[in-house]
């Protein structure tokens, strides 16, 4: 009889670093070498979420235990290509935003108040940036992208795209096709016409920009612009005579603006860390046999890693049951799941493919619901 | 020592029909009174869903185990004033549409052969409706509404609405604020300008119009609207002079397009049916006591049951335990997912309230997830 148990000191997945890919580790030295001049970033996340039908604003919800905001500030901030990220926010989230920051342990995050529209909370970003202090994080940059706190899924592939051609055009930005077909509206509450679906995009984030020209857009900007304007590309284009250069990009860029917009954000990260997942088993050759075919079965993406460790519980004994309850209860503090599956070790090789075949269920659907609800618990395969 | 476990004969909850509530009856009685004409539905459902990236068309994507398509189809067929629903589908889906029809036990369907476009699937549609013959399912309706196949939750209130109006105004059409701002490109991918947000709408689905209009609209409709067209009231006004009355829709309206989109799905449904759980337990007092408690706990906006049977196992025999797993594989197949509970029953009140707490805990989580993957598994609160 043999107990597979995830040992607390090796860590299976990194809590800190859910959506960093190793890929991603050549690409940022290829941005590195593309991008030699500053870049800034502005968030701007004063929304209230009152799209949302929920008390808490969409970018301050927690997916698996961490802030919406903090998966977008960590697209960013794994780049070393980018300098600063100037979060905007509300003045009743700031400590919340100061909170978070320290938890998750931003250090490339510079926090300001936001004004009473987008536009005035995009422009209070972009000033911080205005002049040189001594103070790394508001060197002026060449070049700054505006992104969304909403929009956690940005790929380095789309962000090189858009501040590249930001500084050789003045501004750029992301688009995607239509999804419905757009129509104008009566005064009266009817159809007036609708418009042909080709020749018009959705404009999304990032967008990006040449510094002086979008802070110089922002300073001419109208009162009327300020207060109901929504597109940072009009501006440049309004007050600077620029043509933003329109990018295409992938799906994932959607905004996270509805409750069920959670459920899919929630899906798209266990899924990515699903394909990261480790096994930890005993160093008997039975085990390492048993990884193997748990690796099969999984079909994760990249590796399984198998760390190895000794650690064993009579399942018969009650009090060693409490007591892999306690440890569960105790390292998932530090954001490790542990859950035990018991599997019998037997010469019957039907039955052993079975037993393997359940494992590698139970496994997987572990794996992918990271239900804190069922640590401690001891399943059999 | 205690055991919780659900007894196969009564189905903790039924699998036919996840999203009918209970006050929806009082709003199908309304309906019927306001709705003295016949009324049907066509669903074009002809897409193959390149946009999901999946190899299955996204309408017949399996939501836990029921197509997409057949909660569509349900939230029609539910309504007692809505007579039939044409179902086209492209030629090589028509055997599996059929088998979903009658594994779905849906009684009002006809299914249809689609065409290369989505205006001639329409169209494919309405002819069927366009006789009166013997048979009931393709009596001629007064009130024809459109709707997308990808759009599982349209309520009843709205579909009134559009049906009324539809009537009133020989056309009618729900819309949504846009999320993006929309614009307009060069040829050369650059900003040509934006739309002033406030002032269009994106057009969504269920659209109605009297029958006659849209009929003879498709009649007129050119080769060139067939094949690019993408908007059914642009052709009731184009070609009949009928501008639709349009109407503010929910969120829920949106259209499942890209795999995403199943999860934030999959969560809306699984919430759905979170809320109307029963909790069967023994009949012993203490049982009572804690079904009680779990109600509490639970909170489901919706009753909780009692049903009450008696079952038990010994969870110290290993064979026991092997029969609670059989029995948990093969009621599986009626789509019963059993798991079973273990709690000790204890005279210290403070250790009870923890372990009622955890049993709570433990319930809601495989109540939300309903992992297949985990039944027959013995837990302990």
Known sequence: MQEE???????????????????????????RAAVDFPVAVVLPAGGCGERMGLPTPKQFCPILNRPLISYTIQAFER???????????????????????????????????????????????LQVLSNNTDDALTTKPKVVIIHD?????????????????????????AIRPLVSTVIATTLEGYLDHSLERAKYRASEMPQGFLYDIIFQAYQRCSEYDFDFGTECLHLALQYCGTNAKLIEGPPALWKVTYKRDLAAAEAIIKETLATSACVITEAAAEAVELAGALQKN?????????????RSFDTQKTDELTSFRRLASEIKQGNVLLYGIHIDHTEVSEQWERSVARLADITGALIRDRNPALIGQLLHA
Chains 1, 2 share one sequence.
Not at 299 to 308: E, P, Y
Request: include cysteine.
């Open 5 to 31: 148990s995830a040992s607390p000191s090796a860590r299976p997945f990194d809590p800190g670093c859910p959506l960093t890919r190793d890929t991603e580790q050549g690409e940022d030295r290829a941005g």
């Open 79 to 125: 780049l070393s290509w980018i300098g600063t990220i100037v979060v905007v926010v509300a003045k009743e989230n700031q400590d919340l935003m100061l909170n978070i920051v320290q938890t998750f342990n931003h250090t490339k995050v510079k926090v300001v108040n936001g004004g009473t529209t987008r536009h005035r909370s995009i422009f209070n970003g």
């Open 149 to 173: 706190a909403v929009r956690p899924f940005v790929e380095e592939s789309l962000l090189l795209k858009i501040t590249l051609a930001a500084k050789e055009e003045g501004a750029s930005g």
């Open 298 to 310: 999984l079909a994760t993406q990249s590796m399984v890693q198998l760390n190895v460790t000794k």
